[in-house]
């Protein structure tokens, strides 16, 4: 079955620390992966994308994340969190049919 | 550019009516998708329309059904409305190119539905 696992629900951070989401899919095809942010009261906005090339991405707001296919993962990282990155995150791939598959998402909260 | 608009922003229901949530996806694009995000579960995949045809469906019952209107505007309609439909309702659009995986989705607002 076709499914994306994210690996805490809720992270809580203080501003400068390091952040690492973990995400893990489960298709035994070509895939193309992305990570969504929703901010409060936001609509879900893509962080980035990777559909091939270079395994390390880098998206907007100073995130990136690496595929490592023989692991089936795609983390997400920033080296120092803020404030404003308080949101949710979800993981997903589409693998074919033209459909997103989203992980459950992770909160993350960052106190200053 | 304007982004992915749905309507209504919230919506309350009763057990057994219908509702009918509204998207309009972004200029441009052929290809609108229906998610429902309800708590605890994530987004799930319900719908995909492309050129007025449905080409995919997730699991999902029939009572969840929709339609694309040539403006490439797109309908969902719940039917029988159970509690546990209580979600937010999700739409994206996107341009249909040739190679279908590279298809990114702009995603709207969303339509908080509540069934009481």
């Known amino acids: 079955a076709q499914s994306v696992s994210q690996h805490n629900h809720h992270v809580i951070l203080s501003e400068a620390a390091s952040l690492e989401l973990g995400c893990n899919y489960s298709y035994g095809g070509t895939v193309n992966l992305f990570w969504y942010v929703q901010y409060p009261g936001q609509h879900l906005q893509l962080l980035l994308k990777y559909f091939s090339g270079d395994p390390l991405v880098k998206g907007i707001k100073g995130f990136e994340a690496e595929f490592i296919k023989s692991k089936f993962s795609f983390n997400l990282r920033k080296p120092s969190v803020q404030w404003s990155d308080t949101a949710e995150y979800f993981c997903?791939?589409?693998?074919?049919?033209?459909?997103?598959?989203f992980g459950a998402g992770t909160r993350l909260a960052v106190h200053p | 550019e304007a982004g992915v608009t749905q309507s209504p922003t919230h919506l309350i229901k009763t057990r057994g009516q219908q509702a009918t949530l509204r998207c309009s996806p972004i200029?441009?694009?052929?290809?609108v998708y229906w998610y429902q995000q309800a708590l605890g579960l994530g987004l799930q995949f319900l719908l995909w329309y492309d050129e007025g045809e449905e080409r995919n469906r997730g699991n999902f019952p029939p009572r969840f059904s929709g339609r694309q209107f040539p403006n490439y505007s797109s309908e969902l309609n719940v039917n029988a409305l159970e509690l546990e439909d209580s979600a937010l309702y999700l739409c994206?659009?996107?341009?249909?190119?040739?190679?279908?995986?590279?298809?990114?989705?702009?995603f709207g607002p969303g339509t908080r539905l509540t069934v009481l």
């Open positions: 997903a791939f589409s693998g074919g049919y033209n459909k997103l598959i």
């Open positions: 200029s441009g694009h052929t290809s």
């Open positions: 994206a659009s996107s341009f249909l190119a040739g190679d279908l995986l590279r298809n990114e989705q702009f």
